[in-house]
């Protein structure tokens, strides 16, 4: 087990998938507006360059000190724990989302490792062919239509898109670790982050804008997740290579014409509208995410009557 | 009569659907080529080191991938606001970096297997192999490769890893640097990469 855990990580990572795009937030430098998806662009590189500081200096040393200090079996027994907790809220989110076989097979899972599986420090579900499966509630809002909304940085907490909001509270909520002491907590955030060492290497490695390599591999990840993994494996982007021939709007030589003024100004203008368009996306998605809590609302008062 | 060409109708559909079938089986075949030359690249990784890595992985990259194709999807309509130079340099200094990347990352063997799942065809006359990488004592990784076919063979352009386009991703990440802070920076970047993954 030990032999392998660095390099398999690293393969493992290739998937971009990792916890580490949780834990991280990005780097500086002015932003080209990203549209949609990410209309708080400047703001959210600020709170990565903060989170990438904070891990840099608080959370890595922590998480160093308890690898050299913890045996690998015990690292891989807390790993295993905390793991079989979560079950009890993957299986919450399998019924919300009408996944009735795979329910059944997560509580056998549940049932194995809590028992057989040493209060879950050990995995045996996995040796009889029970794999763990990946259900939240963000996840759930996402199958009962509820869009994304722009992403996001949080301070500390990391990545996650508006629906994640609420998905992350209901999330805590159904995870019994959350109802436990500060020490308990405290281990969970260290085999969090300990597990996320890998993800995190990578994206150092590979990415050549970590922000923007964070976000893009965050939203993409969580997509195939809510999709099951179902979404556009047929979008080959010829369209915009068709587009490739299309001619600049604005020349090189028009631009030196410009004067320094005007120059600034406009760029004000720019920063302005970005601004304001940024503003108004973000208060859009709300609209819409609330509209969607409503008719999520409106259904379940129906199925009651 | 009518039957005689019914006959020969049915004999060119077989016609066209077993030449079909070669076409598929060869995008598989790529696929697979390039799977089984990364799995013996990663068994010998010790002994070949960084550079006979590297040195193995360029041909098995080059006859699999259509390099030239990805540089111009990641960078979009940014590729012709590049000279011909630049744009030579982009395609030159992308095929090391996606060599270099392949030698630093699949670098030692620990009972990983590459399992062929499926394979369907695109919209749009394209091929998706759906595989998964087997890591004792981990989750399986899925590979999903989508290829094109270009002249008569069949190139990857994009690799699909547990649900993350690698090509998506690379997309906004150099565009996003061209934009902002222009080619030579976005050149600079992938040229620190390549030296950092020959050094780890």
């Given at each position: 087990m030990k032999r392998s855990r660095s390099n398999v990580r690293t393969k493992q990572t290739l998937s971009y998938m990792l916890a580490g795009v949780l834990i991280l937030g990005s780097y500086s430098t002015s932003a080209v507006s990203s549209s949609k998806v990410d209309p708080c662009e400047h703001i959210n590189r600020k709170l990565f360059v903060f989170n990438t500081h904070l891990d840099n200096y608080v959370a890595a040393p922590i998480s160093n000190a308890y690898k050299w200090i913890t045996p690998q079996f015990v690292q891989t027994g807390v790993f295993n724990f905390y793991n079989n907790l979560k079950n009890i809220n993957v299986i919450v989110n399998d019924v919300l989302q009408a996944k009735l076989k795979q329910s059944a097979q997560d509580t056998g899972r549940l049932v194995i490792n809590s028992t057989l599986g040493l209060v879950g420090l050990v995995d045996v579900a996995r040796d009889v062919g029970l794999e763990q499966n990946d259900e939240d509630f963000d996840q759930t809002l996402a199958v009962w239509g509820v869009p994304k909304g722009p992403y996001i940085v949080l301070p500390v907490l990391g990545p996650l898109t508006v629906r994640g909001i609420p998905g992350a509270i209901f999330d805590t909520a159904a995870n019994?670790?959350?109802?436990?002491g500060a020490p308990v907590q405290l281990l969970s955030m260290l085999n969090t982050r300990a597990n996320a060492e890998g993800a995190l290497k990578f994206i150092d490695e590979a990415a050549l804008d970590p922000y923007v390599f964070t976000r893009e591999s965050f939203l993409q990840w969580r997509h195939s997740l809510a999709t099951d993994g179902q979404s556009q494996m047929t979008s080959d982007f010829d369209d915009e290579l068709l587009d490739d021939s299309e001619t600049l709007s604005i020349s090189p030589a028009s631009k030196n014409n410009r004067s320094d003024l005007t120059l600034s100004l406009s760029e004000y203008i720019k920063k302005f509208e970005q601004a304001s368009q940024s503003f108004s996306t973000t208060a859009n998605a709300f609209d819409q995410i609330a509209k969607s809590y409503e008719n999520v609302s409106e259904k379940l008062d129906k199925l009651k009557n | 009569m009518v039957l005689k060409n019914m006959i020969m109708v049915l004999v060119l559909l077989l016609g066209i659907n077993s030449a079909h079938a070669e076409n598929i089986n060869s995008a598989r075949q790529v696929v697979d080529k390039f799977q089984t030359e990364l799995i013996d690249v990663m068994k010998n990784g010790k002994q070949l080191g960084y550079a006979g890595r590297y040195e193995k992985l360029f041909n098995a990259v080059s006859n699999s991938h259509d390099l030239t194709k990805i540089i111009r999807i990641v960078v979009g309509k940014e590729w012709e606001k590049l000279s011909e130079t630049q744009q030579q340099k982009l395609i030159d200094t992308f095929s090391k970096f996606s060599v270099s990347s392949y030698a630093h990352n699949f670098k030692?063997?620990?009972g990983e297997t590459f399992v062929f799942d499926s394979e369907e065809e695109t919209t749009r006359g394209g091929v998706v192999i759906h595989t998964h990488l087997n890591i004792p004592d981990e989750k399986a990784v899925k590979f999903d490769y989508m290829l094109k076919e270009i002249g008569n063979n069949w190139r990857i352009i994009n690799i699909i890893a547990n649900g993350v386009s690698d090509l998506a991703l690379k997309r906004s990440e150099y565009t996003n640097i061209l934009q902002r802070e222009g080619f030579d920076a976005l050149i600079a970047k992938i040229n620190e990469k390549i030296d950092n993954y020959s050094k780890l």
């Open positions: 019994p670790s959350s109802y436990v | 030692d063997y620990d």
